[in-house]
């Protein structure tokens, strides 16, 4: 379990529960007769009563004592996604042979997958597969796992996933500079000044900062990933878009609720616009004659960068944090923000970006 614990990652499993939840579930025993699930079914493949000869060789390059073991991955993955026992009502491994003979086995798996990405229950219902011929070998689930991994990070925009994993396919990380010479090439579309801008962009120091701060000169997918559910969609116009942001002086990013109330109390009557705890929403928080105030602006969709406040008409970020400023009578931004600086450095190629471009305008 703690060999399992320390490489979950490299597994392709981000779990959400703490580090006891999961070695409990690698450790429970949940069939009344005190045998494991893994040891239940340890001796599938093995059982005199399944006819192997019946179904051949088909997988091709798994030895039946391998595909016991992926059996038992699969149920462990299993265990682990849905938090449930994969086979509570299964007391000895002849009512598991009952259960693949009754062809339940397909309403069983799906009802505790269905949280999980379709490539994941994919991959997880051929490990449990009766034929232990037919699961994959080891090294075919660590090829998935790979790709699973990233598909979960970008899901939710396929041009993001297609470009990470046509450019850096099995990584999780990649140096800035790297990154950015190929997204300007991504974008370029043959032309020399829109490649010329898309470079000044993504070279813009508090742009650049921004994407690294877990560490300086690396990128992280997750950092991208979760830049994106607010900033996205991911083309031509993300990293202009980002850096008109930036460049507002009232954004700062991910900021606690406290430390938020703190930097406010510094500067009466001022605002400041933080992330919300909802992936794509941000909100407005204004200290209006020592009063703490906080508006809610909503992502409309993911595939368009507008939003809404309340019931509101649709508007780009910077229009929204404008409206929301003007009702409150506000004119002054909470200083001292990460990006301060980014005013100064804000860079002229929006406009050219905005001349070059037929498509939607940034911001």
């Known amino acids: 379990p703690e060999s399992l614990l320390s490489s979950k990652r490299h597994m392709g499993l981000t779990l959400s529960r703490d580090e006891e939840h999961v070695k409990e579930a690698l450790m429970e025993c949940t069939p009344p007769m005190g045998q494991s699930e893994l040891s239940l079914t340890s001796r599938l493949s093995r059982d005199s009563s399944v006819p192997l000869e019946k179904h051949g060789n088909k997988g091709g390059g798994i030895s039946t004592s391998e595909a016991t073991d992926v059996f038992s991955f699969g149920l462990l993955c299993v265990r682990l996604i849905s938090n449930q026992s994969a086979l509570p009502q299964l007391h000895t491994h002849n009512d598991l042979f009952r259960m693949f003979a009754s062809g339940d086995e397909d309403e069983v798996w799906e009802g505790l997958l269905f949280s999980a990405l379709e490539s994941l229950r994919k991959l997880v219902r051929q490990c449990v597969q009766l034929n232990p011929f037919s699961r994959p070998p080891f090294w075919t689930i660590a090829n998935e796992l790979y790709d699973i991994r990233i598909e979960k ?74 830049t994106l559910k607010y900033f996205g ?120 970006m905005k001349n070059l471009s037929s498509g939607e305008g940034s911001g």
């Not at 996933?161 to 997204?183: A, P």
């Not at 991504?186 to 508090?206: C, L, N, R, W």
């Not at 993911?302 to 939003?307: A, I, V």
Request: proline share 3%.
């Open 153 to 226: 990070q970008l899901h939710f925009d396929k041009a993001a996933l297609q470009f990470w994993m046509k450019h850096f396919h099995k990584e999780m990380r990649v140096e800035f500079e790297r990154f950015s010479e190929i997204f300007t090439e991504h974008f370029a579309v043959g032309s020399d000044a829109y490649s010329f801008v898309i470079g000044e962009a993504i070279q813009s120091k508090p742009l650049k900062r921004y994407l690294t701060q877990r560490t300086a000169k690396i990128l992280y997918l997750e950092d991208l990933s979760d």
């Open 233 to 352: 969609p991911f083309d031509a116009h993300f990293l202009s878009n980002l850096s008109k942001v930036l460049s507002t002086g009232w954004f700062w990013g991910q900021l606690s609720e406290s430390d938020c109330l703190a930097e406010l109390e510094k500067c009466k009557d001022s605002y400041l616009v933080r992330y919300a705890s909802s992936p794509g929403s941000f909100t407005f928080t204004a200290n209006v004659n020592g009063n703490i105030t906080k508006i809610r602006i909503s992502r409309t969709s993911e595939s368009e960068r507008m939003f809404v406040i309340g019931q509101g008409e649709p508007r780009t970020l910077v229009e929204a944090v404008a409206l929301a400023a003007e009702k409150m009578r506000l004119v002054h931004i909470c200083p001292g923000n990460p990006f301060q600086d980014a005013a100064n450095h804000h860079i002229s190629f929006l406009q050219v």
